[in-house]
């Protein structure tokens, strides 16, 4: 058993500049704001018992070395043997020496046709609960598309969860599929609140993975300074994952980019979260959007981008891009990225009282259509 260097990683995001909730500061797990998805709510976590963070907004997660390569004070990217190396020589930041413990490694993710196939499987054997019906109707989609996208409700109830994985399991290896792990020699789902499951696909339509809309966000206790409990709400949108010590046989997923519409397209349409980027596709008549789960989750964005070889991007991040400058640092690293790979780019912008795109595209349409109305109405009189 040898031993390895731990950098702490309080002292790491401080160093970084992220920006942390003070009254948090001596809980077990740190409050702070994920520089990865520029969310507003501090829904990044800092855990002083494993020295780990974990953003339950994007679903970023890391220790101080990949945190410090994505965000040290010199603004430069770097690999993680640089981080660590750069760290060595940070005076502000705490090292410990610990021992090397030996954990049974995660399952490898399983390959995107395999997910592919397990998921639609998967979703196959769920049902869409008429209030979840209703929501997406409401965001302006219609029977059809909700039947083609798959969205279906998340089983809450334990039997009828369980049940399923039963099936599934009888048909497919479930080592490598995040959202399931085993316990009991059961395969089980994770999760126990009632939401819709979003598939997130690529350019083929494939599932590379399921994010969870939830009803009500989940609420979480936390301790303050001062040793006070306090409920705190989390993120409403999470990744159907398995990574963790919790999860035994359970398998992490990476933040993928969601991909929808006419993919021959050659003017692209860039926004935050794949359920936004159906409705605004929809909304738009098909047109090509890729969704990004956060802005600052931009890992395979040149791959995504340069598989669909667009002349136009049109960036169209949601309107606390105007207030919010975690956003718009992250804007400008979208464009920087994007920029040389088409030959226009452009930044859309809508009135400030609709915050997506997707909530601009419904107001247009029901203004059209109440305005049409009106002129209908004038002529029979």
Request: net charge positive; proline share 4%; glycine share 8%.
């Amino acid at each position: 058993m040898g031993a390895y260097i731990n950098f702490d990683l309080l002292d790491t995001a401080m160093l970084c500049g992220i920006d942390i909730k003070r009254n948090t500061l001596f809980a077990e797990e740190v409050e702070a704001r994920c520089p990865y998805c520029c969310d507003r709510r501090y829904r990044m976590y800092l855990s002083r018992l494993t020295n780990m963070f974990y953003c339950h907004n994007c679903g970023s997660g890391g220790n101080a070395v990949t945190l410090y390569a994505d965000f040290n004070p010199r603004g430069l990217r770097l690999n993680n043997y640089e981080s660590f190396k750069a760290l060595l020589n940070e005076p502000s930041v705490k090292r410990y020496d610990l021992p090397q413990i030996t954990e049974k490694p995660e399952p490898p993710i399983r390959a995107l046709e395999e997910r592919s196939e397990i998921y639609s499987e998967f979703l196959g054997l769920l049902r869409l609960e008429k209030e979840h019906l209703a929501n997406l109707l409401k965001r302006g989609l219609d029977s059809a598309k909700i039947e083609g996208n798959m969205y279906k409700s998340f089983p809450t109830d334990k039997a009828e969860r369980q049940w399923i994985c039963d099936i599934l399991s009888s048909r497919f290896d479930l080592h490598g599929m995040p959202g399931f792990y085993r316990a009991d020699r059961r395969w089980k789902a994770v999760g126990q609140k009632s939401g819709i499951l979003i598939p997130v696909r690529n350019k083929d339509g494939l599932i590379q993975g399921l994010q969870i809309r939830f009803d009500t966000p989940p609420v979480k206790q936390v301790t303050n300074a001062f040793g006070d409990k306090t409920e705190k709400k989390d993120g409403r949108f999470r990744w159907f994952s398995t990574a963790g010590r919790g999860f035994p046989d359970g398998t992490g997923i990476t933040s993928y980019i969601h991909v929808t519409g006419d993919v021959t397209s050659d003017t692209l349409y860039l926004t935050e979260g794949g359920l936004k980027a159906d409705v605004a596709s929809h909304l738009s008549g098909g047109r090509l959007f890729i969704g990004l789960t956060g802005v600052q989750n931009v890992r395979y964005l040149k791959e995504v981008v340069t598989s669909l070889h667009p002349k136009r991007i049109v960036e169209c991040v949601d309107m606390d891009i105007r207030t919010n400058p975690q956003v718009q640092k992250a804007q400008s690293k979208i464009q920087a990225i994007c920029t040389p790979l088409c030959e226009e780019y452009k930044r859309f912008f809508w009135p400030a009282d609709q915050k997506g795109v997707d909530d601009y595209l419904l107001f247009r349409k029901l203004k059209k259509e109440h305005e049409k109305k009106i002129k209908e109405e004038n002529k029979n009189v």
